[in-house]
Structure formats: C-alpha cells, structure tokens
C-alpha cells in the first residue's frame, strides 16, 4: 500500500521538500479528495495518508483506541484543524492513553468524509516527541496589528456583527446541540443538575421552581434590557443562549451578574447564588445574580462579545442593565463596576476546552465567533491593562506579571501561549497568568 504524505499547512506546504517517492499535497488538492468521497455511507479513500500535527481538542478515549474525536493541525493553536482524527488505533501499547492538547502525532489512516469533515479512520498514529520540531504560534487577528481600544472595538464589530440569524427554536439545545457534553447530558452553567436533552421544559412544568425537574434557555444579557423584543438579533445569538436548570434560571430573573456578599438569599451545589451585593452603588434594589467560580470567566467573555457585537444597542431599557451598561450618544458601553467586576472574573478564570469547543460549534451554524474566546488579551488592549496601547501578538512586548508571583524572578520564569492566553512557568513548575494568578 503507498502511503502518501500530507504536511497541514497552508502557507508552507509548496516549499516543502520531501523524498522522490513521496507525494506532498497542498490543502486545497487532499479537500478535493475527501468532498469527493460519499458522506452518507462513511466511504472510505482507496489509499491512505500520513499527516502530522499538534492534538488541538478531544474527548475522552475509548479501550483500545487512542482517543476518540482528537483532532490536529501544525499550528498547534488551534488555528488550522483541518482534520479529525477519529479511533486511531495506538501503534505501541503505551499509546492507548489520552493525549494531552499541545502533544505532537503522526496518523497515518484512510481519508473520510463525515458530517463535512475530513476525518483519518481506521488506521494508526505515533507520537512525535515535542523537540521534534518548534511550536509555531500563530496570531488569529494579524490585521488588528497597532490598532487601540477605540479602533480595536470598531474592528472586531465589523468581522462579528454580520452573522446569520437564527430562528428562535434553533436556539434550544436539543436543537443545536452545542452545548451537549460527550456523554449525551447538558452542559449547564448554573446548577449541577444532570439533564438529557429531551428534558427541555414543556407545557406542563415550565415555571417550575422545583430544581433539576427541568432545563430552559436562559439569555445572559436578558432580553428585557434592551426592551423585550424579538426582532432584535441578540435574541437568538447563541453566544450568550445557555441552557440552564428552570429554578435556577428563575433565580437569576433580569438580575444583574455580580458578588453575592453575606448570607445569600439562595445558592445551590454548584456555587451560583442570588443576594445582596455591594458590586454596585445606587438603587433600592441590590440584588445580583453569582455564578460559580468556574463559569465566571465564561459569563464575562460572553458581556465583552455582547457588547462589541451590539455597540449600537441599549442595553438599559429594562432590569437591571443599568446596573451593567451605560448608553450615550447611542453607543453601548460597560459601567465602571460592570467592567471591573468582568475583567477580574476574565482574569480569574481563564478560557477554557469547552469555550473553544462551543466558539466552534456557533461558528458552524451562527458564523461568527467570540473573539475574546480566541485571543483573551484583547479584553486587556481594549478595556484593562493595555487600554491605550496599540494591540500586539508579540508575547514578549505584553507584561508578564512576574513581580507578582512571590518568590520568583522575572528571569527565571518562561512564557507560552495556550488557549490564546499568556502562561508565565516558574521553575518549581507553578503556572500563573499574565497578572500573576496561578493556574491550575
């Protein structure tokens, strides 16, 4: 059987050079490939291909088989995933393990096309060891190079704000799926409740306060902020569409997201909780909604896409989005207390598999993505530590926030970009983000 090499790369695969008996592909050329190929009959290629690359994403893998669903890509950034690899089987025994994202394979299988994707099937992989060959990080907003706050939020409104709009009942998760877990439950951010999709709210009990009867959409910005209407488009952006526990979805109301201070009023296992708050000053009510720990970084990427995609919204007609939004001159901006509290949760909370997963998952059916998913340091250049300053992909011209971290020197800790962020490594092996909050 020949074995035709395909190196994953768009800018260098015509000058790479290989031996006489090999056959190097460009990108364009192994996609006509794989689109010729019968979808609905899984059909596989009649030869196989070799192609190496970063693991950028993946599931959780099965016996006998070196992870399920992983995929790669020779950025290692996540920037050019052009294939899934999908079941290899691990050539040596110690290969039946889960690979971690970042590690280096080598695949070499029959092409499929499945679901509009190539995928490698039915075949084996290696893994190549990491000095192998250097880590190329790619830099996902070239064109935004130099460009400050003003100019960085005029920018990205313009590559989000055009997206398809989608009919409200594709917005449910049942529906569009992006928020189901590899075991077939819902992901819910505000409660721990385990729910299928099929247990979506009917008729019957959607008003229930009873938890875990039942899940809803909850909209994070809710939709009486800027007036209840279903015309706008906010309304059904999946980007801030979560499917969440009816009680706990109640809970929360129109509440403004903030800190819950003393005794909450409510709470559940996860940690969200409704009460008291001193996030902000002014009003006779003072009641915020506090997800969990874990999602708060989550809540606030999705309110700094919400407002650059909708700058011309006003977010203050009802609730309690005045709490959290200012509108002048009809252009939407934070409050200074909404925007400390989201930059402390952004940076408290750095982006997660599952936010890059979902940004994929809304691209497909929406269109656009969540920039702050992509590149978590625009948040700084636009609205925190480098407002002012022209945006920049060079990690060495971005503070490192090594003087916070007690008992290391600036010398002596390395940096690395995973997940679009800055991660300073101290030598005893502790990670820390660009203001020194360690990472776990």
Same mark, same amino acid.
């Given at each position: 059987?020949?074995?035709?090499?395909?190196?994953?790369?768009?800018?260098?695969?015509?000058?790479?050079?290989?031996?006489?008996?090999?056959?190097?592909?460009?990108?364009?050329?192994?996609? $006509?490939?794989?689109?010729?190929?019968?979808?609905?009959?899984?059909?596989?290629?009649?030869?196989?291909?070799?192609?190496?690359?970063?693991?950028?994403?993946?599931?959780?893998?099965?016996?006998?088989?070196?992870?399920?669903?992983?995929?790669?890509?020779?950025?290692?950034?996540?920037?050019?995933?052009?294939?899934?690899?999908?079941?290899?089987?691990?050539?040596? /025994?110690?290969?039946?393990?889960?690979?971690?994202?970042?590690?280096?394979?080598?695949?070499?299988?029959?092409?499929?096309?499945?679901?509009?994707?190539?995928?490698?099937?039915?075949?084996?992989?290696?893994?190549?060891?990491?000095?192998?060959?250097?880590?190329?990080?790619?830099?996902?907003?070239?064109?935004?190079?130099?460009?400050?706050?003003?100019?960085?939020?005029?920018?990205?409104?313009?590559?989000?704000?055009?997206?398809?709009?989608?009919?409200?009942?594709?917005?449910?998760?049942?529906?569009?799926?992006?928020?189901?877990?590899?075991?077939?439950?819902?992901?819910?951010?505000?409660?721990?409740?385990?729910?299928?999709?099929?247990?979506?709210?009917?008729?019957?009990?959607?008003?229930?306060?009873?938890?875990?009867?039942?899940?809803?959409?909850?909209?994070?910005?809710?939709?009486?902020?800027?007036?209840?209407?279903?015309?706008?488009?906010?309304?059904?952006? @999946?980007?801030? =569409?979560?499917?969440?526990?009816?009680?706990?979805?109640?809970?929360?109301?129109?509440?403004?997201?903030?800190?819950?201070?003393?005794?909450?009023?409510?709470?559940?296992?996860?940690?969200?909780?409704?009460?008291?708050?001193?996030?902000?000053?002014?009003?006779?009510?003072?009641?915020?909604?506090?997800?969990?720990?874990?999602?708060?970084?989550?809540?606030?990427?999705?309110?700094?896409?919400?407002?650059?995609?909708?700058?011309?919204?006003?977010?203050?007609?009802?609730? $309690?989005?005045?709490?959290?939004?200012?509108?002048?001159?009809?252009?939407?901006?934070?409050?200074?207390?909404?925007?400390?509290?989201? @930059? $402390?949760?952004?940076?408290?909370?750095?982006?997660?598999?599952?936010?890059?997963?979902?940004?994929?998952? =809304?691209?497909?059916?929406?269109?656009?993505?969540?920039?702050?998913?992509?590149?978590?340091?625009?948040? /700084?250049? =636009?609205?925190?530590?480098?407002?002012?300053?022209?945006?920049?992909?060079?990690?060495?011209?971005?503070?490192?926030?090594?003087?916070? =971290?007690?008992?290391?020197?600036?010398?002596?800790?390395?940096?690395?970009?995973?997940?679009? $962020?800055?991660?300073?490594?101290?030598?005893?092996?502790?990670?820390?983000?660009?203001?020194?909050?360690?990472?776990?």
């Amino acid at each position: 059987m020949k074995i035709k090499h395909l190196f994953l790369s768009l800018l260098l695969v015509s000058s790479v050079v290989v031996c006489s008996a090999d056959v190097v592909y460009s990108v364009s050329e192994i996609m $006509q490939v794989y689109e010729s190929l019968n979808l609905s009959h899984r059909e596989l290629s009649a030869e196989q291909y070799t192609v190496r690359g970063y693991v950028t994403k993946w599931n959780s893998g099965y016996p006998n088989y070196q992870n399920a669903d992983f995929y790669i890509d020779d950025t290692a950034d996540g920037s050019e995933s052009l294939f899934e690899c999908y079941r290899l089987r691990g050539v040596e /025994e110690s290969d039946c393990r889960t690979l971690q994202v970042g590690e280096r394979v080598e695949a070499t299988a029959y092409l499929q096309n499945y679901n509009g994707k190539a995928e490698l099937c039915n075949g084996t992989f290696t893994i190549i060891p990491d000095n192998d060959e250097p880590v190329v990080e790619e830099c996902r907003f070239k064109q935004l190079e130099g460009q400050t706050s003003t100019q960085l939020l005029a920018s990205l409104n313009l590559l989000i704000s055009d997206h398809t709009i989608l009919s409200y009942i594709d917005t449910r998760a049942d529906h569009s799926l992006i928020d189901i877990k590899s075991d077939g439950t819902v992901w819910d951010m505000y409660s721990l409740c385990t729910f299928y999709p099929s247990d979506y709210c009917n008729n019957s009990n959607y008003s229930t306060t009873t938890e875990c009867e039942c899940y809803n959409r909850e909209h994070a910005l809710p939709k009486s902020w800027w007036g209840s209407s279903e015309d706008e488009p906010m309304y059904t952006d @999946l980007h801030h =569409i979560l499917p969440t526990d009816n009680a706990a979805n109640q809970q929360r109301g129109a509440d403004a997201f903030g800190v819950v201070v003393g005794t909450p009023d409510w709470s559940n296992s996860l940690g969200s909780k409704q009460g008291n708050t001193s996030t902000y000053s002014g009003g006779s009510y003072r009641k915020v909604f506090e997800p969990a720990d874990q999602y708060k970084g989550d809540i606030a990427r999705i309110y700094f896409y919400m407002l650059t995609c909708y700058r011309d919204k006003n977010f203050t007609q009802g609730g $309690q989005g005045y709490r959290m939004f200012t509108y002048n001159n009809a252009v939407a901006d934070f409050t200074v207390s909404a925007r400390q509290l989201l @930059l $402390q949760w952004h940076r408290d909370d750095p982006v997660s598999q599952k936010e890059l997963d979902r940004n994929d998952k =809304i691209e497909e059916l929406q269109g656009n993505r969540n920039p702050f998913v992509d590149d978590p340091n625009l948040v /700084e250049f =636009i609205w925190g530590m480098y407002s002012g300053r022209g945006y920049s992909c060079d990690i060495e011209s971005l503070s490192d926030g090594v003087e916070n =971290i007690s008992g290391s020197s600036q010398t002596a800790a390395t940096k690395k970009i995973e997940n679009g $962020q800055i991660i300073i490594i101290i030598p005893d092996g502790r990670r820390y983000n660009a203001f020194g909050v360690e990472v776990k």
